[in-house]
């Protein structure tokens, strides 16, 4: 039989928790409430998967945010002065198509600082709206929520409408149906050199 790997202290957190070291991490922004925990998950567990953790930040971080359907968490933060300087990219979480997040400064810029460092950007449904304020979807093909259409074409981006879209290394969905395909996008992008 196997020896069991000892556990050190200096492995746990303050709960007696083991801590999860990965070597890339992905920001997840996350509205208030209301937002799409079906796709979440599959973002963050195919990111998982391949040895990648999350952090997510919200623009309500002192209190548990509601999903649209039964989830609730705390974030690990606030989303005013998150950064992608230790972050290999981010992921922007639909929230139903009125989010006050998808004009949010903080968000946007997150987004043009991940496209300025080729970092993995992440969007679905509603969301893509902060990309297309941010200015990265310019002679890219997107997808997203179908009445996103005319505004990436004014940000003089192609909007395909297909369920999942990568264009280097921005990688978005149409909706919630997409969840599987999304993920396993992200993580190629991810896995690049």
Known sequence: MAEKEETTDENL?????????????????????????ETMR??????????VGTT??????????????????????PLAGASMKDFAGVIFV???ADSSIYSDAAAIQL????????KLIAAWGHSVEILVRAG????????????????????????????CERDG?????RDDSAGFRLGKAMVQVIALP
């Open 13 to 37: 957190d303050q709960d007696g928790l083991v801590i999860q070291e990965f070597e890339h991490r992905v920001l997840v922004v996350v509205p208030p409430e209301g937002y799409r925990e």
């Open 42 to 51: 599959y973002a963050r567990s195919s990111l998982l998967g391949v040895h």
């Open 56 to 77: 997510s930040v919200s623009t309500q971080s002192d209190e548990a945010i509601m999903g649209a359907y039964q989830d609730e968490f705390l974030v690990d933060g």
């Open 94 to 96: 639909d929230g139903g």
């Open 111 to 118: 987004a043009k600082d991940a496209d300025a460092d080729g």
């Open 136 to 163: 990265v979807v310019k002679r890219r093909k997107i997808t997203g929520a179908a009445h996103l259409r005319a505004e990436v074409g004014q940000a003089g981006g192609k909007f395909t409408g297909v369920e």
């Open 169 to 173: 290394h921005i990688v978005t969905a």
